[in-house]
C-alpha cells in the first residue's frame, strides 16, 4: 500500500515533543524566577525569551491540528473534495501563519546561538561576524518565500503561479541553506570552545571533568540537537521525501527546546559562568569553577563530622545553623602533602 502524501502520524510526533517541551517549559521558568542571583530585569528577559519560543512552538502545533481536523471533517461531507484535496491544499492564512511562527522560531534560535557564541569567545564580534550576516539574510529570504508562497496559493493566473512557484522553490532553498549553515558554524564553534576551555582546565588544575559531565556539556551547551534536526529536515525536503514531514515538526519543537536547554543549565548553575571560558592557564579561575562544581555534585558527602586531634594549622569559620545556639566550626587541616578533606566539628553553645 503506497504511503499518503502527507503522514497523518506526524502530527502525533509533534504532539509528542511539544509535550516534552511544556514540562521543560515550566521547570525551566521555575528556575529562573527561583534563582536569588538574577535581578528583576533578568528574571523577565530570560522568561520572556523561553515563554516567547514556547507561544512560537505552540502555534505551530496548533495549527497543525486546524489543519488535519479541517482535511478529516471537509473530508466527511457529502459533496466534499476528498481528504487527499483537502491534505494537499491548505487554506493560505493557515500556511503563512505556520510558516511565519517557524521561522520566527528559527530566528530566535539563531540569535540565542549567536549570543552564546559571542559570550563564551569572551565578546570577540569578529568570531560572530559571519553567523550575523547569514541569519540577516535569512531574514529576507524567509520574507520573500512566505509572500510567494501566500501569492502561489491564491493565484487563478497560471503565468503568475509558475512564476511563483520558481520564487518559491528559489528563496526557500536559499534560506534553509543559510540556516543549516548559520546552525552548523555556531554548534562548531560552541563545541570548539568547550573543548578548547576543558583542555585548558585540565592543564591548569591538573583536574579532569567527570566525563558523564563533560559528554553532556558538549550537545547541550553547543545545540548540537537542533543543527541535527534541521540538518535532517533541509536534506529531506530538497529531496521531497516524504519523512520531510516528520522531521519539519520535530524541528519546530527542537527550535524551542535546544535554547530552552542552555537557559536551564545556566539558570541551575551548571554552565561555566563567564569568566570561565578563557583558554588561557589561569589556575586561579578554573580551580573556582572546579569548586563550584564539586559543591554542586554532592562535596558534603566527602566531609567528616568529628574531632581532630592534631592539626598543622587551622583556619575557623562560625556559621549559625538551625539557631543562635548551635554553630558549626570548621577547622581546614593543611599538610606537607595534598591538602585533606574539610574536617567539621560541631560545637553546641
Known amino acids: ?60 502545533s496548533a495549527l497543525q491540528w486546524l489543519y488535519y481536523s479541517r482535511a478529516i471533517d471537509e473530508n466527511e461531507l457529502p459533496d466534499g ?34 549570543w552564546r557564541c559571542w559570550v563564551v569567545w569572551q565578546k570577540r564580534l569578529a568570531i560572530v561576524i559571519l553567523p550575523m550576516v547569514m541569519a540577516t539574510c535569512g531574514i ?32 526557500s532553498t536559499a534560506y534553509f541553506v543559510l540556516s543549516i549553515a548559520t546552525s552548523l558554524s555556531t554548534t562548531f564553534l560552541l563545541a570548539l570552545r568547550i573543548v578548547m576551555v576543558q583542555r585548558a582546565a585540565v592543564k591548569a588544575t591538573g583536574h579532569r571533568k567527570n566525563p558523564f559531565s563533560a559528554a553532556i556539556e558538549i550537545p547541550v551547551e553547543s545545540a548540537a540537537l537542533y543543527s541535527l534536526t534541521l540538518l535532517i529536515f533541509v536534506i ?14 520535530i524541528h519546530a519543537q527542537m527550535t524551542g527546546i535546544a535554547p530552552m536547554l542552555i537557559v536551564l543549565r545556566v539558570a541551575a548553575g551548571h554552565s561555566r559562568p563567564d569568566t570561565a571560558w578563557s583558554t588561557r592557564p589561569d589556575p586561579s579561575i578554573h580551580a573556582h ?44 587541616h593543611i599538610g606537607k602533602g595534598a591538602p585533606s578533606d574539610a574536617e567539621l566539628t560541631k560545637e553546641t553553645a
Open 289 to 332: 569553577t572546579r569548586s563550584v562544581n564539586e559543591n554542586q555534585n554532592g562535596i558534603m558527602s566527602r566531609i567528616r563530622f568529628h574531632r581532630p586531634t592534631n592539626t598543622t594549622s587551622t583556619s575557623e569559620v562560625e556559621d549559625g545553623i538551625g539557631g543562635d545556639t548551635d554553630r558549626m566550626k570548621g577547622i581546614v
Open 81 to 114: 473534495p476528498g481528504l487527499l484535496f483537502s491534505l494537499t491544499h491548505l487554506a493560505p492564512w493557515i500556511e503563512a501563519t505556520g510558516d511565519t511562527f517557524f521561522c520566527l522560531n528559527i530566528l530566535i534560535a539563531d540569535i540565542l546561538f549567536i
Open 140 to 171: 529576507a529570504m524567509a520574507a520573500r518565500f512566505i509572500v510567494a508562497q501566500v501569492t502561489l496559493e491564491t493565484s487563478g493566473d497560471a503565468f503568475t503561479s509558475i512564476k511563483r512557484m520558481q520564487d518559491f522553490v528559489s528563496f
Open 1 to 60: 500500500m503506497a504511503s499518503p502524501p502527507v503522514p497523518i502520524s506526524s502530527l502525533i510526533v509533534e504532539d509528542w515533543f511539544h509535550g516534552l517541551y511544556t514540562a521543560g517549559m515550566f521547570l525551566t521558568v521555575w528556575m529562573i524566577l527561583t534563582n536569588t542571583s538574577y535581578n528583576a530585569a533578568r528574571k523577565a528577559a530570560l522568561s520572556g525569551i523561553v515563554l516567547g519560543m514556547y507561544t512560537c512552538s505552540t502555534m505551530h
Open 236 to 249: 529531506l525536503n530538497v529531496t521531497k521525501n516524504v519523512n520531510a514531514f516528520y522531521a519539519q515538526n
